[in-house]
């Protein structure tokens, strides 16, 4: 098995449990996965930030937006391991409520 299978093999099942979480209102599976050492930087689909603090903060954030997960995936896109480095570009499908509003069809 090549680094880059390991790597998917150990974290897309680790990454599917904390998000569904956080589409159900629990940010806590996916802030341990993140590493609190600076530098860190968050480039997510509606925002961007840097530091720990405020990637928590924007974490928990997002946590209190969603509720009532029925369905989260990840596509992977692209993926690479070698040692120490790995990167994982992925389009997620998610079906949830944000702000309490039903989950669309």
């Given at each position: 098995?090549?680094d880059t299978?390991?790597?998917l093999?150990s974290?897309l099942?680790?990454?599917?449990?904390?998000?569904t979480?956080?589409?159900?209102?629990?940010?806590?599976?996916r802030?341990?996965?993140?590493?609190?050492?600076?530098?860190?930087?968050?480039?997510?689909?509606?925002?961007?930030?840097?530091?720990?603090?405020?990637i928590?903060?924007?974490?928990?954030?997002?946590?209190?937006?969603f509720?009532?997960?029925?369905?989260?995936?990840?596509?992977?896109?692209?993926?690479?391991?070698?040692?120490d480095?790995?990167?994982l570009?992925?389009?997620e499908?998610?079906?949830?409520?944000i702000?309490?509003?039903?989950?669309g069809?």
């Amino acid at each position: 098995m090549s680094d880059t299978e390991e790597f998917l093999a150990s974290v897309l099942p680790l990454l599917l449990a904390a998000d569904t979480a956080l589409h159900n209102g629990d940010a806590a599976l996916r802030k341990a996965l993140w590493s609190t050492t600076d530098p860190l930087t968050l480039f997510g689909a509606a925002m961007m930030t840097t530091g720990w603090p405020e990637i928590e903060a924007t974490f928990d954030r997002l946590a209190t937006r969603f509720s009532d997960c029925t369905s989260f995936d990840i596509e992977v896109v692209a993926a690479e391991a070698r040692g120490d480095l790995a990167y994982l570009v992925a389009i997620e499908h998610t079906t949830a409520s944000i702000g309490g509003d039903p989950p669309g069809p």
